[in-house]
């Protein structure tokens, strides 16, 4: 039977997977903006490409690593919340 207990464990695991699988990415973002700064900061260029473009290939980057990864926990997930659903119904 659907009680709030079991709605809330529902929304707290896929909160969980979610940040899970969005902290590589974000991390990776993250830091590559960082260094692009500092680069920009000491050589003193201004330009919003080499900003964004680094970034971006960071991300590809994380997400050809990463990416098998990531779909695993997120199959797994959906696997157990679909397993669920008899016991869920009642």
């Known amino acids: ?10 929304v707290e695991q896929a909160l969980e997977v979610g940040v899970l699988i969005s902290a590589p990415m974000l991390l990776a973002a993250l ?4 260094l ?13 490409t080499l900003s964004f473009i ?3 290939l960071i991300l590809v980057l994380v997400l050809i690593v990463g990416g ?3 779909l695993g926990l997120m199959m797994d997930y959906m ?12």
């Open 1 to 10: 039977m659907m009680t709030t207990t079991t709605v809330l464990t529902i």
């Open 79 to 90: 696997q157990r919340l679909f397993t669920s659903i008899p016991n869920l119904i009642g």
């Open 68 to 70: 098998p990864w990531m």
């Open 31 to 34: 830091f590559t903006g960082l």
């Open 54 to 56: 680094p970034k971006l």
């Open 36 to 48: 692009v700064s500092l680069f920009q900061a000491a050589t003193q260029i201004n330009e919003m």
